[in-house]
């Protein structure tokens, strides 16, 4: 049982650069969400989807974008990468707005 | 807006002692859920307990338990015969119970240090 896969681990990517990380489960889990993670903040949420075609902003959406066109799938662009962008990226996925979320093993990625 | 304040950022605790990490939520909802999350130094997010605020009885799960007092809005987390695999940081979450809700707000961790 794989549960949430993130790709890639690690990136490097310059000013301006864009990108997707891409985040899938396979645990048939309708809610799904993208969370940064910065020194001394905890997380905060960038965006989530509660099922397939449904996508909705969190706390810091600004610079990303995200679509849910399966319920397995649900990959966050970078449209021009800035430097405030570097953060560790987790993606986390439930089955229902009462049970708890399961968390990839995170992105981290540099933006130079 | 919710928010979630961890005011311990680091704590240490010798192996087999008892410690306990702090949590305070501010929220204007009746109805919502806490989480303990543990991340060790793999970065993996792991739940360690969590909470429905309708329930009064304080979730237990083996060594750890929480002490959740919903009218002072506190959820501290108590860890009792540390090990040192106990070491990594903590974080406190809150999510209000909602179908269309999936915002969970964290606080800003708590380094756990165990020592031998």
């Known amino acids: 049982n794989a549960g949430v896969t993130q790709t890639p681990k690690f990136q490097v990517l310059k000013t301006g650069q864009s990108m997707t990380l891409q985040c899938a489960q396979d645990?048939?889990?309708?809610?799904m969400s993208w969370y940064r993670q910065d020194p001394g903040m905890g997380l905060r949420l960038i965006h989530y989807?509660?099922?397939?075609?449904?996508?909705d902003q969190g706390e810091v959406p600004n610079g990303y974008n995200v679509s849910r066109s399966t319920t397995e799938d649900f990959p966050l662009r970078l449209l021009s990468a800035a430097p405030s962008q570097t953060s560790v990226y987790f993606c986390a996925s439930r089955w229902t707005e009462n049970t708890e979320a399961f968390f990839g093993q995170g992105t981290r990625l540099t933006v130079v | 807006a919710q928010t979630v304040t961890q005011s311990q950022p680091e704590m240490s605790v010798q192996e087999a002692e008892t410690v306990t990490l702090s949590c305070t939520y501010d929220t204007s909802e009746s109805d919502y859920y806490l989480f303990w999350y543990k991340q060790p130094p793999s970065r993996q997010m792991i739940l360690v307990i969590r909470q429905e605020a309708y329930k009064q009885q304080n979730a237990t799960e083996n060594r750890f338990s929480v002490n959740f007092q919903k009218a002072a809005k506190s959820f501290s987390l108590k860890i009792s015969d540390s090990q040192l695999g106990d070491a990594a940081m903590y974080f406190c979450?809150?999510?209000?119970?909602?179908?269309?809700?999936?915002?969970?707000?964290f606080g800003a961790g708590t380094r756990l240090t165990v020592k031998p």
């Open positions: 979450a809150y999510r209000y119970s909602s179908y269309n809700n999936n915002d969970m707000r």
């Open positions: 645990m048939n889990h309708e809610y």
């Open positions: 989807s509660v099922g397939a075609g449904i996508t």
